[in-house]
T-cell receptor, first 116, second 115 residues
Framework: AQTVTQSQPEMSVQEAETVTLSCTYDTSESDYYLFWYKQPPSRQMILVIRQEAYKQQNATENRFSVNFQKAAKSFSLKISDSQLGDAAMYFC?????????????FGTGTLLAVQP | DAGVIQSPRHEVTEMGQEVTLRCKPI?????LFWYRQTMMRGLELLIY????????DSGMPEDRFSAKMPNASFSTLKIQPSEPRDSAVYFC?????????????FGPGTRLTVL
């Protein structure tokens, strides 16, 4: 079974600095998709960034980028120029490809605090 | 678009009572998902529907839980009878089509407390 591990329950970063959140996953599949979701105190789950496993190029969305290391099964999220609004719980998620399933498997989350 | 709508936002009930959570997905979305979030277990997928048909309910914890989708614009998750360990935030999400990269849009969640 596929699993997603986020080994950092909490992280802290100074405003305007850069922070990296870790995520590893375990799968025997070669076709899959990876996501980072943000959950602020409002509880709303918001998609931050997504990556197809077959793409070698790391995805980027403005201040958010990923470091996707397929061989190491690692999918870390880098937040540059951190802002107070980035404070939230961040979840890494995995979905098998090939249309076989629509299940998102989530990690346990990393709570990010942004210090002014 | 109003996004995924869930009601109620908060529900407090007593053990043994029936609880019904409601969800209206985004219009045109083919898939609907029910998740449960707890501190102990994180985010778990309970069940999902495709075109109103339940596809995978392997995450439903036990027979006390049931979910229906009578039409494309409405789904319910029912717990009968409720127990204190059912206390959690329940999310509904929907997404369009078969593109595996398409985003799942989450509702604001229903915080359920069973006393």
């Amino acid at each position: 079974a596929q699993t997603v591990t986020q080994s950092q329950p909490e992280m802290s970063v100074q405003e305007a600095e850069t922070v990296t959140l870790s995520c590893t996953y375990d799968t025997s599949e070669s076709d899959y998709y990876l996501f980072w979701y943000k959950q602020p105190p409002s509880r709303q789950m918001i998609l931050v960034i997504r990556q197809e496993a077959y793409k070698q190029q790391n995805a980027t969305e403005n201040r958010f980028s990923v470091n996707f290391q397929k061989a190491a099964k690692s999918f870390s999220l880098k937040i540059s120029d951190s802002q107070l609004g980035d404070a939230a719980m961040y979840f890494c998620a995995y979905r098998r490809g090939g249309g076989a399933t629509n299940k998102l498997i989530f990690g346990t989350g990393t709570l990010l605090a942004v210090q002014p | 678009d109003a996004g995924v709508i869930q009601s109620p936002r908060h529900e407090v009930t007593e053990m043994g009572q029936e609880v019904t959570l409601r969800c209206k997905p985004i219009s045109g979305h083919d898939y609907l998902f029910w998740y449960r979030q707890t501190m102990m277990r994180g985010l778990e997928l309970l069940i999902y529907f495709n075109n109103n048909v339940p596809i995978d309910d392997s995450g439903m914890p036990e027979d006390r839980f049931s979910a229906k989708m009578p039409n494309a614009s409405f789904s319910t998750l029912k717990i009968q009878p409720s127990e204190p360990r059912d206390s959690a935030v329940y999310f509904c999400a929907s997404r369009p089509g078969t593109d595996p990269l398409s985003e799942q849009f989450f509702g604001p969640g229903t915080r359920l407390t069973v006393l």
